[in-house]
Every structure is written in structure tokens, then in C-alpha cells.
């Protein structure tokens, strides 16, 4: 092991923006296994603030790590998910769609961009961005510039979407350690911690979802409807082969994502088998 992992480990950062509500994340969330503050990012967003255990503690590359757990929080849902990550070496972003490969692109420390300039007009699409306007700002990102850093870059993405409804609350600044994330998010008034409690707990939170109604409530696994069940299905096949793959890697990014889709796959199947269909 490289002798560096550990600085590097406690360098990274890394945020979770949902396109999505609170209480609408804050489900799938827990089925990621992993320890989590969740507080509002905006009228329609959500941030999930890590603990950072697998890169902290484990050496994991940072970016790896989001790029399974956003995976996995979008395919569970009907919302897109982008990551933010940064280490001593490099930053990026990974957006998460649906069942769409995920897009994203990376800076290293000084700036220097080091993706595809495609990537940029993929992701202005995929959040509905200004085709114009916005992209131009994007494109922007991709070029040299020797006095932005990877940090300002990561500041300047996210200056692009507050047009789409992004507003981080203060002191989650991407450069920042997981531990100075986690202070800042725990300072919020609706922040709340996401966290595994058991089967039961979570499928009594999942019922709790569906009784309160809502535009996501027929996609909930417990739903008992066509989406729901479509969901669930893609969900399982999805989820083996990441599952697998996160056993390979040793990954605990890829592992928490195969895990997640199999978990909220089964549950939507189980309904199935104990109140199937009229």
C-alpha cells in the first residue's frame, strides 16, 4: 500500500445532491448501509453529507465510492443524483440518472481539466439546463486556466446550478474534509442523520411513505403498482451484477450500490408474493 493513502484519505471530501425532497431521500439513503447527514439543498434538492469510512479508513478511491452510491441512489429512484468529490490528487463530479450510464468529468488539483468536454453538455441535458447560457458556463469549466484550482472549479459548477434550484447550506464547500462537512451539516436545523437501523425499521419508514401519498408514492416498492413493480424488477437485475462487481473491486462503493438495488428489488417483489394482484 502506497504510503500516501492516509494523507490522501483524509483530504477527500465528498456531497450528494438529490434532486429530490428530504423525506423522499432520506429511504433510500439508509439502504446504503453507510452513515449519512441529510439537510435541504434548496427548494427541490437535497445534500447527503458521508462520514467518509471507505477512503477515510479503507484507502478507497474517493470517486469510486460515489460514483457506486450515486449509482445505486438513482436507480432506486425516480430523481437524479450528483456526486462531488475531491482528494489531495484530483476533484470531479459523477451525475446519476435512472439506468442511464452515469456521466462526469474530473479536474486535478491545479485545475487542469481532464475529461471529456462532451461530458458537460450530457450533464447540462440530463438536469435541464439552459442549452445557451448555462452550457457556455459549462464549457468554460474545460478549459486551462492556471489560476483556478480544482476547489473553484467544484464552486463554479455549483454557481451554475443555483439556476436550477441548488443552494448548499454554509460551510459545505467542496476542498473541505469530511469532518468539516459533517460539522457545517450538523449546524443545519433540518439536518437529520441516515443511518441502517434493521429490515423492520426500514420497511415501516417505506409503508409510512406510501400512506402519505405523493407523485413518488406509486413508484415505492410497497406501492403495489405497475411502476412499482417495473421498478422493482430492473432494480434486481441491476443489482447482481454490481453486487458482483463490488466483490471483485473490493469496493465498497459497487457493493453498497448492488446492495441497495437488491434490497429495494426484493421488496418490491415481496409484495407480490404476499398481496399479489386482484
Do not use: K
Request: charged share 25%; hydrophobic share 45%.
Amino acid at each position: 500500500m502506497s504510503t500516501d493513502t492516509p494523507r490522501r484519505g483524509a483530504a477527500a471530501g465528498a456531497l450528494l445532491l438529490c434532486r429530490a425532497e428530504p423525506d423522499s431521500v432520506a429511504f433510500a439513503a439508509r439502504l446504503l448501509r453507510e452513515p449519512m447527514l441529510l439537510t435541504g439543498a434548496g427548494e427541490t434538492w437535497s445534500v447527503l453529507v458521508p462520514e467518509g469510512r471507505p477512503w477515510r479508513d479503507d484507502g478507497e478511491p474517493v470517486d469510486r465510492v460515489l460514483t457506486g452510491w450515486a449509482t445505486a441512489l438513482a436507480v432506486g429512484a425516480p430523481w437524479p443524483v450528483l456526486a462531488l468529490w475531491w482528494d489531495a490528487d484530483r476533484s470531479g463530479y459523477t451525475l446519476a440518472s435512472g439506468f442511464r450510464r452515469p456521466v462526469g468529468y474530473v479536474w486535478l488539483a491545479n485545475g487542469t481539466p481532464a475529461g471529456e468536454d462532451e461530458a458537460m453538455r450530457t450533464f447540462a441535458a440530463r438536469l435541464g439546463l439552459d442549452p445557451v447560457l448555462d452550457v457556455q458556463a459549462l464549457d468554460e469549466l474545460t478549459e486551462p486556466d492556471p489560476a483556478v484550482d480544482a476547489a473553484a472549479r467544484l464552486r463554479a459548477l455549483l454557481a451554475v446550478l443555483t439556476r436550477a434550484g441548488v443552494a448548499l447550506p454554509a460551510g459545505l464547500n467542496p476542498g473541505e474534509p469530511a469532518d468539516r462537512l459533517r460539522e457545517a451539516a450538523r449546524e443545519q436545523r433540518d439536518t437529520r442523520p441516515v443511518e441502517w437501523s434493521g429490515w423492520r425499521e426500514a420497511v415501516r419508514a417505506e409503508l409510512d411513505v406510501v400512506d402519505s401519498g405523493g407523485r413518488l408514492s406509486p413508484w415505492r416498492p410497497w406501492a403495489g403498482t405497475p411502476q412499482s413493480r417495473a421498478l422493482a424488477l430492473a432494480q434486481v437485475a441491476a443489482g447482481i451484477p454490481l453486487a458482483v462487481l463490488g466483490a471483485r473491486r473490493r469496493s465498497a462503493g459497487w457493493a453498497a450500490a448492488g446492495a441497495l438495488l437488491l434490497a429495494h428489488g426484493a421488496l418490491g417483489l415481496a409484495y407480490e408474493v404476499v398481496r399479489p394482484r386482484d
